[in-house]
């Protein structure tokens, strides 16, 4: 079976001015028309309940404790108080809480919570709920799934360097400005790093998407359910994948993706974050965001069912 190289594009960083770099046939872009996905694990538990007893599920949180449980999220970063768990309506999309993270420039860039899990997997979801605030500018990275060897119990970088294929890749979904052409918060796309990354004009490598334009323009004050998927591919293979959807609807389906070079690396963490720089928001100096029902699983999830 023959595999279709992605488009790539890279997108967003500072440093270093974007370029396109188609590196395969179009036939592989992300059709523009939203599928309805069938229902997935989410479906079988209401509001969420018991969810974290199922066999596909890794991960479960949603903010409903009095504090934040440092054994699911050994890395915690709350510099300057950035994490908050509230309780006003308005900015809890289920439940009676849930966590607002704050960027304060001069005070901090954010905050997060990064879970490194014992057993990696081939096929990761994450599912999470967002809103942005109604003043909210252009921020520079958001969540992220990550593949590394060997494993840390914290987030790592490794920005403007190309992943050993052995090692690590990893695949973030975040809002990008384009440099102002898309409303803030900004247009979903993919922010990747990964063995085959094509290089950028500076010689360094910098974070790549799959598509040239958006797959949607999330509105500030309004609540998503946003979920993606990353298929590791077969050693040798160009068949992995990643995939996202917006409330249910599947907006991308990307394949033919070589992710790594060997089977032992597998995606083994996840990072909820918010991080905000002088460099993306211009305009204003604090942006918050609210983060609620989080999953990660092997499976499909789908939204919380009410």
């Not at 809890?92 to 899990?117: C, M, P």
């Not at 003043?135 to 790592?156: K, N, R």
């Amino acid at each position: 079976m023959s595999h279709v190289k992605p488009v790539v594009i890279v997108i967003g960083i500072a440093t270093t001015a974007a370029i396109w770099a188609a590196v395969g046939s179009a036939a592989d872009r992300t059709k523009r028309a939203a599928t309805t996905q069938p229902a997935g694990i989410s479906a079988k538990y209401p509001g969420d309940k018991g969810i974290d007893r199922d066999r596909a599920v890794l991960l479960h949180e949603n903010f409903e404790a009095q504090t934040l449980d440092t054994k699911r999220w050994p890395s915690i970063s709350n510099k300057a108080g950035a994490l908050k768990l509230v309780t006003e309506a308005a900015n809890v999309y289920s439940g009676k809480q849930a966590l607002q993270v704050t960027a304060t420039l001069g005070k901090n860039t954010g905050g997060h919570l990064f879970r490194r899990f014992a057993k990696g997997v081939d096929r990761m979801h994450a599912r999470f709920c967002v809103k942005f605030a109604d003043d909210i500018d252009y921020i520079h990275h958001f969540v992220h799934m990550v593949a590394q060897l060997p494993a840390t119990s914290w987030p790592t970088g490794g920005a403007g360097l190309k992943p050993d294929g052995a090692k690590k890749f990893s695949i973030g979904i975040e809002p990008w400005g384009k440099w102002g052409r898309y409303p803030r918060p900004g247009g979903w796309h993919f922010y990747s790093y990964w063995w085959k990354m094509p290089r950028s004009g500076d010689g360094k490598y910098w974070g790549q998407g799959f598509a040239k334009e958006p797959y949607s323009i999330p509105k500030r004050g309004k609540w998503y359910c946003i979920e993606f998927m990353t298929q590791a591919n077969t050693p040798g293979k160009d068949d992995g994948e990643v995939a996202f959807w917006v409330d249910g609807k599947k907006l991308a389906h990307h394949r033919g993706i070589n992710w790594r070079s060997s089977a032992k690396l597998k995606l083994n963490a996840f990072w909820l974050m918010l991080y905000v720089t002088r460099n993306s928001a211009k305009t204003n100096k604090v942006n918050t965001v609210w983060f609620d029902d989080v999953v990660v699983a092997t499976e499909y999830i789908g939204p919380p069912k009410k």
